[in-house]
């Protein structure tokens, strides 16, 4: 085919696609553009979620495909909420979530509103603060498994300098009552950066002109900072907080470089309880309810949290 007839076929295209486009509707040509990705969403996200609730309503196992499917109705749900080793993983979740949320939250928004201030290199010490958050979290869980080692580890020196105690004798990863900590120390060390950075944004985005009126007006930094630091951050905090909550919910690698999350264990989170009852004990109906009463919890607390965060907004 030479290439007068490759050119000239084209422009000939391009004008009978065009001819076609034109006679549909603006309702149409947007469907036309938008319908594949719709469509790949609800294969991707809304399939899978039926399919989960589907199989949560039988004794299904993944190892045993070839076995007879029993309907089960609601029998995985009821035990699940009478399981006392699923509230005591809840239990560990809560923990987990509520000390690392406000301890993330205070040192977040702290080091956020030091560093805008603007001091001579901020820019440096902004760049080594949001170094931690840029590992992955097998680095993380590996580097802080040589720290807390008992003989060797670094942080128990530090803790024995500070107590006085022997450092060999001192460990937080096999210790029932210091292990949660150790998980909470090791996440705040890694995602307060992310924190600090959605409150540094909201704090640069109040104007400079509305503290300027508050000095006119003889208002003190101490007001200053309740009146009108707070409360035109408290969107972006707010934000933040969603978005960590959400990510320590379903919590799982870090917690097993660190400690195993072993059964039964103060550090057996929910994630962890699911993929063992998933992929370890095989109950493939069971752990479907599991992970359905999950997105129920997640998905309602988040809706009711959404909504407070734009009633905040409106303000």
């Avoid at 901020?122 to 603060?129: A, K, P, Q, R, Y």
């Avoid at 670094?154 to 006085?164: E, P, S």
Wanted: charged share 15%; hydrophobic share 50%; proline share 4%.
């Amino acid at each position: 085919m030479s290439d007068e007839t490759t050119t000239g076929a084209a422009p000939r295209l391009s004008v009978r696609l065009a001819r076609r486009l034109g006679g549909l509707s603006d309702r149409a040509i947007a469907w036309l553009f938008v319908g594949p990705t719709v469509f790949l969403l609800l294969a991707i996200n809304i399939f899978p979620l039926i399919w989960t609730i589907r199989l949560s309503l039988t004794n299904y196992r993944a190892n045993r495909a070839n076995a007879d499917v029993k309907w089960v109705g609601l029998r995985n749900y009821e035990r699940i909420l009478t399981d006392p080793d699923i509230w005591n993983s809840m239990q560990a979740t809560a923990h987990f979530l509520i000390w690392t949320l406000a301890l993330q939250v205070l040192i977040g928004f702290g080091l956020a509103y030091l560093i805008n201030k603007k001091f001579k290199g901020d820019n440096f010490w902004t760049t080594v603060i949001v170094l931690p958050m840029m590992l992955s979290p097998a680095v993380v869980g590996n580097f802080w498994t040589f720290l807390y080692q008992p003989q060797i580890g670094l942080f128990n020196y530090g803790v024995a300098f500070l107590t006085g105690a022997d450092p060999s004798s001192f460990t937080m990863i096999g210790d029932v009552d210091l292990a949660p900590w150790a998980i909470v120390i090791v996440d705040t060390w890694m995602w307060t950066p992310f924190v600090m950075l959605i409150c540094l944004a909201g704090l640069r985005s109040i104007p400079d002109s509305i503290y300027e009126a508050a000095e006119c007006d003889r208002a003190s930094k101490w007001r200053q900072f309740w009146t009108i630091t707070v409360p035109m951050a408290l969107p972006f905090l707010m934000l933040a907080v969603l978005f960590r909550g959400i990510e320590n919910f379903k919590m799982f690698d870090l917690v097993v470089q660190l400690t195993g999350g072993g059964p039964g264990s103060v550090t057996e989170l929910t994630s962890i309880t699911l993929k063992r009852e998933a992929f370890e004990k095989w109950r493939t109906g069971y752990a479907s309810a599991y992970a359905v009463i999950l997105f129920v919890v997640v998905f309602g607390l988040a809706s009711i949290y959404v909504k407070a965060l734009n009633k905040v907004k409106e303000r």
